[in-house]
């Protein structure tokens, strides 16, 4: 991870089980706290590494949220296997809704940013509550009693902490608008997180998320409606901090992977959105197999933990862009661009970037 120089990571959710960090964990017995072993070790290499950290709270505790009129008093996490949309009674994705499930959630929330003090500075609450991970699946009107009572517990508890809000799994903005309005916490909100899979099983190259893969909800629209929406602060930042481009999908391949990677985080660079690929390495032992990530997980094979060629490309799109910032006033021009626009009806991209040394960085595409 430290050498494909990443400097963020968002940990805290898992595709097939609860992570350390979840509720779950860390209240395995009502209103007892605790660090499972190994999650300080892990979360203070990050840090050594110089990597900055987003951590998610999430998601249900049976101790607590359970629909059961027979609440446990201690429960053992489980392990692995399970996935949204689990309705068994016992799942983590029934999320807090009562006073006094959200009250307890809070104190985990607390707990937490006082445990990680110093270490950690970003706070997301949930992860797609807007499809599986919230059962049944969010009312946002519902769903806004938790990060009114989230973000302002966030910065009382350490005022350098951020708060970030929704990481919804799709850029819709009715969604967004309803559970804002409903929180009432829009002047408490540091980061708007949304999600992007264009064309999600299938191959739709990244730029589509704007052009035709959400129809007429693409992300740009989203962020506009968030900035404009009264009492947001100023300068609100926007973080794209699940996307990937699976091989597996219908019509892709590894060396579209390979391209459709560094095309996504350079298009969003430009719209000053920070974008978190989804994921380091996989789970095989849930839903999604090998297909995720940047490295092979583990399947007893010979390529377990090895790269994909993605791996490569998104080590030097890291290297190249790391420390630019997006020039409007640099003019990308190419005399054979026309020419080959007519001939084979792509858009053409163009953006250019500023190094603190004040070096230029072009990036130009047909898509």
């Known amino acids: 991870m430290a050498d494909t120089g990443v400097k963020w990571a968002r940990i805290g959710q898992y595709e097939n089980s609860s992570d350390l960090t979840s509720w779950d964990w860390i209240e395995q017995k009502r209103g007892v706290y605790a660090a499972p072993p190994g999650l300080d070790d892990y979360v203070d290499w990050l840090v050594d590494n110089g990597i900055r950290i987003e951590m998610e709270l999430m998601y249900g505790n049976p101790v607590n949220t359970s629909p059961s009129g027979n609440l446990p008093d201690s429960i053992i996490p489980e392990p692995g296997s399970f996935h949204n949309d689990d309705r068994s009674l016992y799942s983590v994705f029934w999320p807090p809704t009562k006073p006094a499930q959200i009250a307890a959630f809070i104190k985990y929330v607390r707990w937490m940013v006082h445990h990680f003090h110093g270490r950690i500075h970003y706070w997301e609450l949930w992860n797609e509550e807007d499809i599986g991970y919230w059962n049944p699946w969010r009312n946002p009107e519902q769903y806004s009693r938790l990060p009114k009572a989230f973000v302002s517990t966030v910065h009382e508890a350490d005022p350098e902490a951020k708060a970030v809000f929704d990481g919804q799994a799709h850029p819709f903005r009715n969604s967004a608008r309803r559970a804002l309005n409903a929180c009432g916490c829009a002047s408490g909100i540091d980061i708007f997180a ?13 730029e589509t998320m ?23 602060r100023r300068e609100i930042r926007f973080w794209d901090n699940e996307f990937n481009s699976i091989p597996s999908w219908k019509g892709s391949e590894e060396s579209l992977q390979e391209k459709y990677i ?15 690929i989804w994921e380091l390495a996989p789970g095989t032992d849930g839903n999604e197999d090998d297909d995720f990530g940047l490295i092979h997980g583990m399947k007893y094979l010979s390529t377990d933990f090895t790269p994909w060629r993605a791996f490569y490309a998104y080590e030097h799109t890291n290297w190249l862009f790391s420390d630019t910032q997006f020039d409007p006033s640099t003019k990308i021009e190419d005399p054979y661009v026309r020419a080959l626009r007519l001939r084979i009806a792509a858009p053409f991209l163009a ?10 960085q072009p990036a130009r595409w047909l898509f």
């Open 351 to 360: 953006y250019g970037f500023r190094s603190r040394s004040e070096k230029g």
């Open 194 to 206: 949304y999600h992007t899979y264009p064309g999600y099983g299938i191959n739709m190259n990244p």
């Open 210 to 232: 704007d052009y035709g893969s959400y129809d007429n909800e693409p992300p740009a629209k989203l962020r506009a409606m968030v900035r404009r929406y009264p009492g947001i």
């Open 262 to 276: 560094p095309r996504e985080m350079i298009y969003n660079l430009a719209h000053g959105v920070k974008t978190f």
